[in-house]
């Protein structure tokens, strides 16, 4: 049974950084693309970002474009959400999970992922 166990999580100031971490065990790693979700309070969960198998290539909700960046170490089984310049909005709990199928392009929605980390929460205050 794969399972994902995110970290990194915290409390940290606005226009400050966190660098969150999912390891992966249980299962094939390198072969799925990966990505990160977020769910605030009261609100739907919604896609992050997200990196295809090989790591050659990345995707970004607008709302987090040119200030997180997601990174992958097929070596680890861990990929990674670096985490810049953070607003108070940015506050959730964010998760990770793995594609349903191998060599698949990454999907923004939720149905397009098969396995889900618990979540780590980041709180960004004012």
């Known amino acids: 049974q794969v399972q994902l166990v995110e970290s990194g999580g915290g409390l940290v100031q606005a226009g400050g950084s966190l660098r969150l971490s999912c390891t992966a065990s249980?299962?094939?790693?390198?072969?799925?693309?990966m990505g990160w979700f977020r769910q605030a309070p009261g609100k739907e969960r919604e896609f992050v970002a997200g990196?295809?198998?090989?790591?050659?290539?990345?995707y970004y909700a607008d709302s987090v474009k040119g200030r997180f960046a997601c990174s992958r170490d097929n070596a680890k089984a861990t990929v990674y959400l670096q985490m810049n310049s953070l607003k108070p909005e940015d506050t959730a709990v964010y998760y990770c999970?793995?594609?349903?199928?191998?060599?698949?392009?990454?999907?923004?929605?939720?149905?397009?992922?098969?396995?889900w980390g618990q979540g780590t929460q980041v709180t960004v205050s004012s």
């Open positions: 999970a793995r594609s349903n199928f191998e060599f698949t392009v990454v999907g923004s929605t939720q149905d397009k992922y098969a396995y």
């Open positions: 249980g299962g094939t790693f390198s072969g799925y693309a």
């Open positions: 990196i295809t198998w090989s790591g050659g290539n990345t």
